[in-house]
């Protein structure tokens, strides 16, 4: 069996990356032929980086495989150029994404393209049941995100020595992720808890804004490699998505949860199926800074562990690797019809 | 989604017994694609539609002659994506022609009795056979338990490419080995040393319960600690009867007759060997959910079971038909009660692939690859 995944970007933090390097790696153990179709990550997202779309449609022809498997809507055209099944993993809604991003015609535009590739594809899966239901029409298998919880915590070799109370954002510095709302709410939080600090990890568009913000116990870290994340986890209070719009799975949420930290998130896209409010963390209301600081002061003077384990025992229950790796070999078997 | 189910023996929804895992199937399908739709026969007068919560529809219908014009306007009503067809012959032919007249895909699920019958017989080769060969010639999709029933299909010139493996399942949950036995145990009048073999299923010929029988005389010849216990009913009950007396073994035999579904658990608990003498399984069901309680099982090795069962780590398995070996193996596990422990240990752990959820994921994947045409 050869495979090859076709995705903008294979390193690095994030849904798409961190599923096609768990696929790779995974997949190889199992005897598949990976081939991987990527290109370089420049640091902009949506149709600002219109490089990849191109040339990932030049590239596919000189790709072999017997399944092309794409990630991420910027695939779509290399995908519908290949010649054998194709599967189609949407990480969130696109043309909602691209809507966000470019306003209301470049949304249409993404629509239309996307209705016009998803009806020439075998297969569509998604990685939310918010979006399953929004793609109903493309009859799409839900197969969510997934950490691979035991080797996630053992890959804390050197934990990073962080201040008691600290709260860490990992993610892209965008807009759509509301760090500027973690960073205007951080200053109600400390005047309540002078001793905590935020650390933001990761990098893109609005870093240079944030770094002229951010004031006292606010730490700009950058960006690290993906095999650092569990190092920060490993010490960390409390873990925070204050995402605005969130169309797919969130990684770093489900890693957090994987290594018991406890986690602040809003309510957009995937997250509410993820976590109940005080059963597995805290909801709220994206865009509001004073919900989201009030809620990060009641949970550093609140007891969170039995919420972290709940968490815990979700992820590793209905986001386990395994089980997703099985689903995907499912559909790739029944695609070739192997037994 | 929205899929429908064309099958025959759900008499009426008052009978849960025989309904019971099969609406569990319904509403898991139904909540997994959206909407469940099941065709079935019965005793009432009116066809009529029964709704439950998460959008199952019963649809009772008590003439063969009605299936197809109602199959076809339930499926134009409601917008029904897939027809799935529960055997490869009378609701497979319904199915066929549903889905020849709507133009919507169709997928057949063969099961174990399919799987059993036999191509030498001429009833069968002359009058069947060319029907079920149609429905699986037009089926874009075929579902199975095992390895073993594919191969079967594929000799029976099926495109591989067709067939997909969903396995059968089995409720861990409901067996268990927590459950306690000790109850049946005293019913039956078990000594404390006395070891408690077990057989569960319907006494009929494919079962081959007659080797047990011929197996525990040579076992008792060995040991008198070993008592038999057969669970089932079926027509060759009073000819199984006969010959436990005629061996001479009654007295460590008891036939206890058919039993409710939800009782099998603490039979299979209070039981120490799980023995299954069939002569042909697709899964083999029973074999699994003794493992499921953790015990060791003593089977013969015949179509699906040497998937189920692994030969030396969850059981004993025995080439088909060696009656001696087979008590030989027997008398090996009740003389060892630490390789009967290690044994229903390492089953309980093996079994857990065949979770209920895990393959109601499966099945529903397929049905969503199949009416997207693939």
């Given at each position: 069996m050869?495979?090859?995944?076709?995705?903008?970007?294979?390193?690095?933090?994030?849904?798409?990356?961190?599923?096609?390097?768990?696929?790779?790696?995974?997949?190889?153990?199992k005897?598949?032929?990976?081939?991987?179709?990527?290109?370089?990550?420049?640091?902009?997202?949506?149709?600002?980086?219109?490089?990849?779309?191109?040339?990932?449609?030049?590239?596919?022809?000189?790709?072999?495989?017997?399944i092309?498997?794409?990630?991420?809507?910027?695939?779509?055209?290399?995908?519908?150029?290949?010649?054998?099944h194709?599967i189609?993993?949407?990480?969130?809604?696109?043309?909602?994404?691209?809507?966000?991003?470019?306003?209301?015609?470049?949304?249409?535009?993404?629509?239309?393209?996307?209705?016009?590739?998803?009806?020439?594809?075998d297969v569509?899966t998604?990685?939310?049941?918010?979006?399953a239901?929004?793609?109903?029409?493309?009859n799409p298998i839900y197969i969510?995100?997934?950490?691979?919880?035991?080797?996630?915590?053992?890959?804390?070799?050197?934990?990073?020595?962080?201040?008691?109370?600290?709260?860490?954002?990992?993610?892209?510095?965008?807009?759509?992720?509301?760090?500027?709302?973690?960073?205007?709410?951080?200053?109600?939080?400390?005047?309540?808890?002078?001793?905590?600090?935020?650390?933001?990890?990761?990098?893109?568009?609005?870093?240079?804004?944030?770094?002229?913000?951010?004031?006292?116990?606010?730490?700009?870290?950058?960006?690290?490699?993906?095999?650092?994340?569990?190092?920060?986890?490993?010490?960390?209070?409390?873990?925070?998505?204050?995402?605005?719009?969130?169309?797919?799975?969130?990684?770093?949420?489900?890693?957090?949860?994987?290594?018991?930290?406890?986690?602040?998130?809003?309510?957009?896209?995937?997250?509410?199926?993820?976590?109940?409010?005080?059963?597995?963390?805290?909801?709220?209301?994206?865009?509001?800074?004073?919900?989201?600081?009030?809620?990060?002061?009641?949970?550093?003077?609140?007891?969170?562990?039995?919420?972290?384990?709940?968490?815990?025992?979700?992820?590793?229950?209905?986001?386990?690797?395994n089980r997703i790796i099985d689903e995907y070999m499912q559909i790739y078997t029944n695609l070739l019809g192997e037994s | 989604m929205k899929v429908i189910h064309i099958t025959k023996t759900i008499?009426?929804?008052?009978?849960?017994?025989?309904l019971g895992f099969g609406l569990k199937h319904a509403h898991a399908i139904a909540k997994l694609l959206g909407e469940n739709h099941i065709?079935?026969?019965?005793?009432?007068?009116?066809?009529?539609?029964?709704?439950?919560?998460?959008?199952v529809?019963?649809?009772?219908?008590?003439?063969?002659?009605?299936?197809?014009?109602?199959?076809?306007?339930?499926?134009?009503?409601?917008?029904i994506d897939l027809i799935v067809a529960q055997n490869p012959f009378?609701n497979g032919?319904?199915a066929?022609?549903?889905s020849?007249?709507?133009?919507k895909p169709l997928l057949c699920t063969v099961h174990g009795y399919d799987f059993t019958i036999?191509?030498?017989?001429?009833?069968?080769?002359?009058?069947?056979?060319?029907?079920r060969?149609?429905v699986l010639k037009m089926a874009r999709r075929i579902t199975c338990d095992t390895k073993a029933v594919r191969n079967v299909l594929i000799s029976w010139?099926v495109e591989p490419r067709k067939i997909v493996i969903t396995g059968s399942y089995v409720d861990t949950k409901m067996f268990?080995?927590?459950?306690?036995?000790?109850?049946?145990?005293?019913?039956?009048?078990?000594?404390?040393?006395?070891?408690?073999?077990?057989?569960?299923?319907?006494?009929?010929?494919?079962?081959?319960?007659?080797?047990?029988?011929?197996?525990?005389?040579?076992?008792?010849?060995?040991?008198?600690?070993?008592?038999?216990?057969?669970?089932?009913?079926?027509?060759?009950?009073?000819?199984?009867?006969?010959?436990?007396?005629?061996?001479?073994?009654?007295?460590?035999?008891?036939?206890?007759?058919?039993?409710?579904?939800?009782?099998?658990?603490?039979?299979?608990?209070?039981?120490?060997?799980?023995?299954?003498?069939?002569?042909s399984e697709s899964f083999g069901k029973a074999c699994a959910e003794?493992s499921a309680?953790?015990?060791?099982?003593?089977?013969?090795?015949?179509g699906g079971i040497p998937e189920v069962i692994i030969?030396?780590?969850?059981?004993?398995?025995?080439?088909?038909?060696?009656?001696?070996?087979?008590?030989?193996?027997?008398?090996?596990?009740?003389?060892?009660?630490?390789?009967?422990?290690?044994?229903?240990?390492?089953?309980?752990?093996y079994i857990k692939r065949y979770e209920f959820e895990k393959r109601e994921r499966k099945v529903a994947q397929v049905y969503r690859m199949t009416a997207r045409g693939v």
């Amino acid at each position: 069996m050869k495979i090859c995944l076709i995705a903008p970007k294979a390193e690095g933090i994030g849904g798409i990356a961190t599923t096609i390097q768990q696929l790779k790696e995974k997949l190889t153990e199992k005897g598949v032929e990976v081939k991987l179709l990527t290109g370089g990550y420049i640091g902009k997202k949506g149709l600002m980086n219109p490089t990849f779309a191109i040339s990932a449609a030049t590239r596919i022809k000189k790709v072999k495989a017997d399944i092309y498997h794409a990630h991420g809507g910027f695939s779509m055209t290399a995908l519908i150029r290949a010649k054998g099944h194709k599967i189609m993993t949407l990480h969130g809604n696109w043309h909602r994404a691209i809507e966000f991003l470019h306003g209301k015609p470049a949304g249409k535009i993404a629509k239309i393209i996307e209705d016009f590739c998803l009806k020439r594809v075998d297969v569509v899966t998604v990685v939310s049941k918010s979006a399953a239901r929004e793609y109903e029409k493309f009859n799409p298998i839900y197969i969510p995100n997934g950490v691979d919880v035991e080797e996630f915590a053992k890959k804390a070799r050197k934990p990073v020595d962080l201040p008691p109370n600290t709260i860490l954002y990992i993610g892209r510095l965008s807009k759509e992720k509301g760090v500027d709302i973690l960073v205007k709410a951080w200053r109600q939080v400390r005047t309540k808890i002078p001793n905590a600090n935020l650390y933001i990890i990761g990098d893109g568009p609005l870093k240079n804004t944030l770094e002229k913000q951010a004031n006292k116990n606010v730490k700009i870290v950058g960006p690290i490699p993906h095999d650092e994340v569990p190092n920060w986890l490993a010490n960390a209070t409390l873990f925070v998505l204050p995402s605005v719009m969130e169309t797919g799975m969130p990684m770093a949420l489900l890693e957090a949860m994987a290594m018991k930290v406890p986690v602040i998130a809003t309510r957009t896209g995937a997250i509410p199926e993820i976590i109940q409010q005080g059963e597995t963390g805290i909801i709220i209301e994206p865009n509001s800074e004073k919900e989201l600081s009030k809620a990060i002061i009641h949970a550093l003077t609140h007891d969170m562990k039995p919420t972290a384990q709940k968490a815990y025992e979700k992820v590793k229950k209905e986001y386990n690797i395994n089980r997703i790796i099985d689903e995907y070999m499912q559909i790739y078997t029944n695609l070739l019809g192997e037994s | 989604m929205k899929v429908i189910h064309i099958t025959k023996t759900i008499t009426s929804p008052k009978l849960e017994g025989f309904l019971g895992f099969g609406l569990k199937h319904a509403h898991a399908i139904a909540k997994l694609l959206g909407e469940n739709h099941i065709i079935c026969r019965s005793k009432d007068k009116k066809p009529h539609t029964i709704i439950w919560k998460n959008k199952v529809y019963l649809h009772l219908i008590p003439n063969l002659l009605l299936y197809l014009p109602l199959t076809i306007h339930i499926i134009k009503k409601h917008k029904i994506d897939l027809i799935v067809a529960q055997n490869p012959f009378i609701n497979g032919i319904i199915a066929t022609l549903a889905s020849i007249i709507t133009k919507k895909p169709l997928l057949c699920t063969v099961h174990g009795y399919d799987f059993t019958i036999n191509l030498k017989n001429w009833k069968f080769k002359t009058l069947q056979w060319p029907l079920r060969k149609i429905v699986l010639k037009m089926a874009r999709r075929i579902t199975c338990d095992t390895k073993a029933v594919r191969n079967v299909l594929i000799s029976w010139g099926v495109e591989p490419r067709k067939i997909v493996i969903t396995g059968s399942y089995v409720d861990t949950k409901m067996f268990n080995p927590k459950v306690d036995g000790r109850a049946v145990r005293e019913k039956l009048g078990l000594k404390e040393d006395e070891l408690m073999i077990l057989y569960c299923g319907r006494l009929v010929p494919v079962k081959g319960v007659e080797r047990l029988l011929k197996a525990a005389k040579i076992v008792l010849k060995n040991t008198k600690k070993a008592h038999f216990v057969i669970v089932g009913d079926g027509p060759q009950r009073e000819r199984l009867e006969k010959m436990a007396k005629e061996l001479g073994i009654e007295e460590s035999i008891t036939f206890v007759g058919l039993l409710d579904y939800k009782e099998i658990p603490r039979y299979m608990s209070a039981a120490d060997i799980y023995a299954h003498p069939a002569y042909s399984e697709s899964f083999g069901k029973a074999c699994a959910e003794a493992s499921a309680c953790a015990k060791p099982v003593v089977a013969f090795k015949v179509g699906g079971i040497p998937e189920v069962i692994i030969d030396g780590e969850t059981g004993l398995l025995v080439e088909n038909g060696k009656i001696k070996q087979y008590a030989k193996a027997l008398i090996e596990l009740i003389k060892n009660e630490k390789m009967r422990k290690t044994m229903g240990e390492k089953g309980r752990k093996y079994i857990k692939r065949y979770e209920f959820e895990k393959r109601e994921r499966k099945v529903a994947q397929v049905y969503r690859m199949t009416a997207r045409g693939v």
